[in-house]
């Protein structure tokens, strides 16, 4: 006597192996540090977020994988998932100061053309640069520079800025004056010079004489700011 049976032999189930990754600041992107599925069997892993993905900042986020065995006649497909929390950066920029700088005065106030901080970041590759000051008078003046990261993470520093007056005022001479002699000395009221300066409004001037006897005698005006 004998009997026939059908025997179905199913694809085995592959045995992913993947822990919950170590978690990590917020702009460093998934590598294969945190996408590094093993299997029981030769094969495939695709991830979702692939590799390089940036996640936002947030606990428990997904990371699933698919794994095809290279054996697909025995073996089925399999998938699995970990969960990996995402920190919000905490870490300030670095900024560096510009050396200190020193400008030529073209008025009351100058706005000179600022050499700048630069700042570097861990995680944003362009921290945003503030000063504190972009106008000056004459003198030294101290400014503060800022750098910001996205995060709202901000470090500081300062640099020194100096704005010097070397330009001359710029004088007019009156014209030749004539004048009736009063005495052996004469002194008149002389028609002045008059001068204009960048950064003074006032310049001081000043006559190298103010009597005068009988004849004709140059004199000499000079304006100081």
Request: proline share 9%.
């Amino acid at each position: 006597t004998s009997a026939t049976r059908t025997v179905n032999v199913l694809k085995a189930d592959p045995v992913i192996t993947w822990g919950n990754p170590a978690d990590i600041m917020v702009g460093t992107p998934l590598t294969v540090l945190q996408l590094n599925a093993t299997a029981s069997v030769p094969g495939t892993f695709t991830y979702a977020p692939i590799a390089g993905t940036l996640l936002p900042v947030g606990n428990a986020q997904v990371l699933s994988v698919t794994f095809t065995p290279t054996d697909s006649a025995n073996y089925n497909d399999a998938t699995s998932s970990v969960l990996i929390n995402i920190l919000p950066d905490t870490i300030a920029p670095i900024i560096t100061a510009p050396i200190d700088q020193t400008f030529e005065a073209t008025g009351p106030l100058t706005t000179p053309v600022l050499v700048q901080a630069t700042a570097t970041d861990n995680v944003d590759p362009n921290p945003a640069i503030t000063v504190s000051q972009a106008s000056f008078g004459l003198g030294t003046t101290t400014i503060i520079w800022t750098a910001t990261d996205a995060s709202g993470n901000f470090a500081t520093t300062s640099s020194l800025v100096t704005i010097v007056d070397t330009t001359s005022p710029v004088l007019t001479a009156p014209g030749t004056q004539t004048f009736e002699a009063t005495g052996p000395i004469t002194t008149p009221v002389l028609t002045l010079a008059s001068a204009i300066d960048l950064v003074d409004p006032s310049p001081i001037i000043a006559v190298s004489q103010s009597s005068f006897n009988l004849g004709t005698t140059t004199v000499t005006w000079t304006a100081t700011d």
